[in-house]
């Protein structure tokens, strides 16, 4: 039995291993990122009996 594969199979099997793996960095770096705003909302909200001052 001959398995030869295509060239358009082959072609598009690789857009998408190329596509899946760029979602996944993707994913990585927006998770990355709500880390890092979760951490700069939290560091900049005032603590219990802390009073947040207003400038104007």
Do not use: C, W
């Amino acid at each position: 039995m001959n398995h030869t594969l295509t060239k358009e199979y082959l072609l598009l099997f690789n857009a998408l291993t190329d596509t899946e793996e760029t979602l996944r960095q993707l994913r990585e770096d927006l998770i990355a990122v709500q880390r890092q705003a979760e951490e700069l909302f939290l560091s900049d909200t005032p603590q219990d009996g802390e009073i947040e001052s207003e400038t104007s």
